[in-house]
Nanobody
Framework: QVQLVESGGGSVQPGGSLRLSCAAS????????MYWFRQAPGKGLEWVSS????????YYSDAVKGRFTISRDNALNRVYLQMNSLKPEDTARYYC?????????????WGQGTQVTVFS
């Protein structure tokens, strides 16, 4: 069965860095776009970044552009999110997700998430 397992979250001070990892299994990983989303306390789900099947293109929300970098290793079935210059407003639970293939950032499988807390 499809599984997505995130790791790498934690607590950091503003300006710090974290690298999130998502291990995928149960499907042909290289055949799917992959996404990172986040949800802050009391707020809705927010798209953060996405990456093409072969890693040749990546896309970011305005809130994280220039600070976060998405990447993938199709040999290891992993997608990563390098987060630099973290801000308190980046505090959220971060989820990786698999593209559903129907457009519009719609995803059909999600991980359980990993918590990122940026504290002053």
């Amino acid at each position: 069965q499809v599984q997505l397992v995130e790791s790498g979250g934690g607590s950091v001070q503003p300006g710090g860095s974290l690298r999130l990892s998502c291990a995928a299994s149960g499907f042909p990983f290289s055949g799917y776009w992959m996404y990172w989303f986040r949800q802050a306390p009391g707020k809705g789900l927010e798209w953060v970044s996405s990456i093409r099947r072969d890693g040749s293109g990546s896309y970011y929300s305005d809130a994280v552009k220039g600070r976060f970098t998405i990447s993938r290793d199709n040999a290891l079935n992993r997608v990563y999110l390098q987060m630099n210059s973290l801000k308190p407003e980046d505090t959220a639970r971060y989820y990786c997700a698999r593209d559903a293939g129907v457009g519009g950032y719609e995803c059909d499988y999600w991980g359980q998430g990993t918590q990122v807390t940026v504290f002053s």
